[in-house]
Nanobody, 124 residues
Framework: VQLQACGGGLVQAGGSLRLSCAASRRTFSRRAMGWFRRAPGKEREFVATINWSGGHTYYADSVKGRFTISKDAAKYTVYLQMNSLQSDDTAVYYC??????????????????WGQGTLVTVSS
C-alpha cells in the first residue's frame, strides 16, 4: 500500500475531523500531496493540495476557509483538518500524490499514487 488514509467517521454538522494519510518516502518526497473526495453519485473531485516543500496550499472553493491541508515531512504524512463540516462534505476522501506541474494539481488524472479512501459522514 503506497498511501494509507484514515480518520474518517460520523460527525454532526458543524463538527470537525482530521484525516491523516501515511505515505512512503517514494510516494511523498518531492511530490505534491492532494486530497480528493467522491460523494455518493458524483465524480471524484479536488479538495486540497500542498506542494512538496509545504510552502504552498490550494483549495477548492467549496472548502476554502474551513479545511486546512498540512504535512509532516519527517513522518511522510499529510493531514486534512476539516472544520465546520456540512452535509455536502459527506464523501469518501482519498489522498494522492503527484510529481506533475502546479497547473495540473486539481486534475485527478495527474495523480499516480492513491490511498484507499476513508469515509466521512456528516449528519445534519
Amino acid at each position: 500500500v503506497q498511501l494509507q488514509a484514515c480518520g474518517g467517521g460520523l460527525v454532526q454538522a458543524g463538527g470537525s475531523l482530521r484525516l491523516s494519510c501515511a505515505a512512503s518516502r517514494r510516494t511523498f518526497s518531492r511530490r505534491a500531496m492532494g486530497w480528493f473526495r467522491r460523494a455518493p453519485g458524483k465524480e471524484r473531485e479536488f479538495v486540497a493540495t500542498i506542494n512538496w516543500s509545504g510552502g504552498h496550499t490550494y483549495y477548492a472553493d467549496s472548502v476554502k476557509g474551513r479545511f486546512t491541508i498540512s504535512k509532516d515531512a519527517a513522518k511522510y504524512t499529510v493531514y486534512l483538518q476539516m472544520n465546520s463540516l456540512q452535509s455536502d462534505d459527506t464523501a469518501v476522501y482519498y489522498c494522492a500524490s503527484t510529481n506533475g506541474p502546479l497547473s495540473t494539481w486539481r486534475d485527478v488524472d495527474q495523480y499516480n499514487y492513491w490511498g484507499q479512501g476513508t469515509l466521512v459522514t456528516v449528519s445534519s
